[in-house]
């Protein structure tokens, strides 16, 4: 069984930064990819980016990118997402999640944290 518990969100002021964490346990993640995600109420949730953890390659959605900075430490089995420049439309429910490979769904979530960005 793999746990996901993410910390770290908060308010923040426009312009602001934020760092989250995901710690990852149950399951050896050198192969596999992990990935941040977003959902405000009424809408669908929202890619925000993710790492795959052996080569740490990236990917951003568009709308986060030059701004958030993913990470993953392997020896502390922790993904991270610095957050700068916040914006009031970053506010959302953040998840992180995992998934086996490059391809298919991701499987695995946390509980998410809240991030609130006020102008």
């Not at 977003?38 to 929202?46: A, D, L, M, N, Y």
Request: overall charge positive.
């Amino acid at each position: 069984q793999v746990q996901l518990v993410e910390s770290g969100g908060g308010l923040v002021q426009v312009g602001g930064s934020l760092r989250l964490s995901c710690a990852a346990s149950g399951r050896t993640f050198g192969s596999y990819a992990m990935g941040w995600f977003r959902q405000t109420p009424g809408k669908e949730r929202e890619f925000v980016a993710r790492i795959l953890w052996r080569s740490g390659s990236t990917l951003y959605a568009d709308s986060v990118k030059a701004r958030f900075t993913i990470s993953r430490d392997n020896a502390k089995n922790t993904m991270y997402l610095q957050m700068n420049s916040l914006r009031p439309e970053d506010t959302a429910v953040y998840y992180c999640a995992s998934k086996p490979g490059v391809a298919g769904e991701y499987d695995y979530w946390g509980q998410g944290t809240q991030v609130t960005v006020s102008s």
